[in-house]
């Protein structure tokens, strides 16, 4: 049952079995895309019987798979079933992949927005109106309450952080702290993960990697920040399969020297195997294990 109707459900509601009003819109979708291309949306059969035997390659192509706009499916196919078909105009086409965005974020917030502009088109063609006027999910971005990227009336803070950093860059001043104080909710998180995100912004000139730590006065773990800021870009490296691991390994061991074995300490246990080293600091990637099995087992 699941199987047969996996395409009409959203792919974060196939996943977590949460139901969703941005869920529904997408199932609207799924079921209008049908009905004016006469196909499924991934392109498969649509009974069971003939779909892949594995379930998990059902689920992996239903949440992964781009999905070709009903318009553009139309004109390669050039028929619906048996019959010749024209076109469908692009602004039917752009609503319905609008519900059919693989984020909920990306779809109509609301029925009602969906609704308006399915009622709108319908009035622009009905009465012979000019359709390159209409613009699809216009009311529905306008009605979502979504606060701007950048934080607001902060640009003084910005500009400070900007000036500290070009210090750091443009000086040999490689350890100079920052810190921001504030109350509770005066944005200043929000700042630097903003500030941040501009720094690390894929096609800059200059490469930047940033992490940043929380000071907590309360908390009694020594180097608390140290710790965060280490751990972070610890999560960030040593997680990536894209990075080469044991590199990274050989390059902490590398640099840190002598002092290895205290910045080990100061870490979450967690993090020694990440960092290749057994409880004492040994490097395991150099362990002999047979003779340390011999010796164990002596
Ligand atoms: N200037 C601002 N512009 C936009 N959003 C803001 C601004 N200031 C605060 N906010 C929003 O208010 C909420 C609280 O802000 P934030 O978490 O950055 O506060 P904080 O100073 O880090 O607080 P805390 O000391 O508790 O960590 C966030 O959702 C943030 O996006
Ligand atoms: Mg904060």
Redesign the pocket.
């Known amino acids: 049952m699941l199987r047969k109707e996996l395409r009409y459900l959203a792919p974060e509601v196939a996943l977590s079995k949460r139901v969703s009003l941005t869920g529904d819109v997408y199932s609207i979708g799924v079921l209008a895309y049908e009905l004016i291309t006469g196909a499924t949306i991934d392109g498969g059969p649509d009974s069971p019987e003939e779909a892949d035997v594995d379930v998990l390659i059902d689920f992996h192509r239903h949440v992964t798979m781009q999905i070709l706009p009903p318009r553009d499916w139309v004109a390669r196919e050039g028929h619906i079933g048996q019959i010749e078909a024209s076109l469908p105009p692009q602004q039917l086409s752009d609503i319905i992949m609008r519900c059919l965005g693989k984020e909920p974020d990306t779809r109509y917030s609301s029925l009602e927005s969906l609704a308006y502009d399915l009622s709108t088109f319908v009035r622009i063609c009905r009465t012979g109106g000019d359709l390159s006027r209409f613009k699809v999910g216009e009311i529905d971005d306008l009605a979502r309450f979504a606060?701007?990227v950048?934080?607001?009336?902060?640009e003084q803070q910005l500009e400070a952080l900007q000036v500290a950093y070009k210090h750091i860059v443009d000086t040999d001043d490689q350890t100079r702290v920052v810190n921001?104080s504030?109350?509770?909710?005066?944005?200043?998180?929000?700042?630097?993960?903003y500030f941040v995100s501009e720094l690390e912004a894929p096609g800059t000139d200059r490469p930047t990697v940033v992490a940043w730590a929380?000071m907590h006065e309360s908390n009694q773990t020594p180097l608390y920040s140290f710790r965060q800021i280490f751990t972070s870009l610890l999560d960030r490296y040593l997680a990536d399969p894209t990075e080469d691991v044991k590199q990274w390994q050989q390059t902490i061991r590398d640099t840190l020297g002598a002092s290895f074995q205290l910045f080990l300490s100061l870490l979450p246990s967690e993090y020694w195997r990440l960092l290749g080293a057994d409880t004492e600091g040994r490097n395991i990637n150099e362990l002999d294990w047979p003779k340390l099995n011999a010796s164990l087992s002596k």
């Open positions: 606060l701007p950048r934080p607001i009336h902060r921001i504030g109350l509770s909710g005066s944005g200043k998180t929000r700042i630097v993960q929380k």
